[in-house]
């Protein structure tokens, strides 16, 4: 358990550093990476989104690297293959059905990550969370799976208003971390106590039921569990404009009994 | 009052996969149009649910001016609705950091 390879959260910071280098010379350089995962790639093309630059980067001078990141930003989903490419999550939720649809094909209905009812739970919480409370104008999502190296990735990108940002259009003033502290213990921002276990269930079942890693990072706050549970504070440099919700579990991953976490 | 029932197979209706909150929303907003008093939903072929998909459901039935009949009710959609009739403590299930660290 938790012997994964490079975390989730450094996975972020290292988009934070592409990002930061950017800004200072105008362009996003990817020349010099050796790989990317979701938790980097993702946040980089919502980066360039927002500021309208979508295709605008320095390639790897890694071919693979390259070849790879082209696929993920202008691929089909291929049955079987290991990448399911970056997908926009429609501002209509009623268009979102064949996006889930076609995430759970792509991990065979959630055979092999945990189970039909676990997976299809975790990607229907997280989902069900950003149409309800970010108010988003750009959603991403995109998965990964490593079978050589024993592990799988999914990672949501949203430029919404924050999780602080929603718990604010109620009232209720948080600062970023606190916001993210309080959407953990079940605090929910429709100020109804039956809500709010969508996603204390899925940290509980990724960390317990998977062995798995879970980040969440919204403004200036940021959520890691790699084993124990962690708290950040973003400085300016490490802040992302919206949510990010990024889970890695074991691939393939046994059965998962979804009914132990909900509480 | 038009005491006729109507079947509405959810799996076809919506999805076979109940995933996102306001689609169970969209549902009961339709199922409020209907002429009759009486509805039945076939669960028939379901596969998955969300806390979220279960919790509205529950909320709308409660609150329909219809009599709503679930046939065909699967264990694990069945499980998931008793979930959110007894829900857990939330104190005991969450897993909050101790304090927070500058990055």
Known sequence: MHSFPPNLLGDYLHYCSIKNSGEKVGTIDLKEIGWIYPSTLLPIVLYLKSRNLKDFFIKPKKKFVADYIDRVLNGNMVRGHSSFPMVTLPTDVKRSGSILQDIYSFCDEGKECGGTLAFKYIVGEITTNIYEHSSFSTALVMAQKYPTKGFMDICFVDNGITIAGSFKKVGMLFEDYEAIDAAIRGTSSKMNLERGYGLITNINMLAQGYGGSVLIVSGCGAYFYHGNPKGYKLRESTKFDGTLVSMRVPYPSKEVNLYEYTG | ?103
Request: aromatic share 6%; proline share 3%.
């Open chain 2, 1 to 103: 009052m038009n005491t006729q029932a109507d079947s509405i197979d959810i799996s076809k209706a919506i999805s076979a996969d109940l995933a996102l909150r306001s689609l169970a929303d969209d549902f009961f907003s339709k199922i409020e149009r209907s002429k009759t008093d009486v509805i039945i939903v076939d669960f028939k072929g379901v596969n998955s649910i969300t806390r979220s998909f279960a919790h509205e459901y529950i909320t709308r039935k409660k609150t329909i001016d219809k009599r709503i009949i679930e046939e065909n009710v699967p264990m694990h959609v069945e499980k998931m609705f008793n979930v959110v009739r007894s829900p857990g403590n939330k104190k005991d299930m969450s897993l909050a950091p101790a304090s927070y660290d500058i990055l």
